[in-house]
């Protein structure tokens, strides 16, 4: 077995650089909102140029990837398990709507670049990242389906659930809602989409979706 190499002086500069860029863009952002702070200020709270900091970042829209995808990553780390199939999927995207609460401005502008933003590795990863959700979602249904069908198997379906997540995900950003709102926003219209159109009445009731096959008290 061959020694651990031990990182070299090049590599610590890059690491350190790279932190420190992390560091002065999480806190620029967050103390004063995406669309106020300009990459120049980035660079000079890090303490390095801006053609360093382009290095690390192309755009601001990439530095804005970069700060939000290291607090969402855990997000895709492990999945939910209340027992009950509305729950696990809102739970599962509650620090989305966390994230949502505390900085509006910008999360709203995250899933803006996510989508539309130029081509870059931050970028990427922060898809990599939504891929990843539709995938857990798919687990979460494939657990409840009751009918022995695999993630694989629901994929169709996952893509359903997360689009109807996400775009509301999307509305209560751009409305400024309350997390605590947009959670009962999620549970309504996930409930919805698990169960059907016709289960969505006052008093309840118990429905099977065939298609998606989780069928429990609605």
Request: with cysteine; proline share 6%; hydrophobic share 35%.
């Amino acid at each position: 077995m061959s020694p651990t190499r031990e990182p070299g002086r090049r590599e610590l500069n890059k690491a350190d650089k790279q932190r420190r860029i992390h560091a002065a863009a999480l806190e620029l952002f967050s103390r004063h909102g995406y669309s106020s702070v300009t990459t120049q200020e980035v660079a000079d709270r890090a303490e390095v140029g801006t053609g360093t900091l382009f290095r690390y970042a192309q755009s601001k829209g990439e530095l804005l990837c970069m700060v939000a995808n290291a607090e969402f990553r855990a997000m895709v780390e492990s999945v939910p398990e209340t027992g009950d199939p509305v729950e696990d999927l809102v739970v599962l995207c509650e620090p989305l709507l966390v994230a949502l609460d505390r900085q509006p401005e910008n999360i709203a502008a995250y899933h803006r670049e996510t989508l539309f933003g130029e081509p870059g590795p931050h970028r990427a990863e922060a898809q990599r990242i939504l891929g990843q959700l539709r995938e857990l979602i798919a687990t979460v249904l494939a657990r409840h389906s009751g009918a022995g069908r695999t993630p694989a198997d629901l994929a169709g379906a996952a893509q359903t659930v997360f689009d109807v997540l996400y775009m509301t995900l999307v509305r209560c950003g751009v409305e400024r809602a309350p997390a605590s709102e947009g959670r009962r926003e999620l549970e309504v219209h996930v409930r919805r989409v698990l169960y059907g159109v016709l289960s969505d009445h006052p008093d309840g009731g118990t429905t099977t979706d065939p298609g998606v096959g989780v069928g429990t008290t609605a």
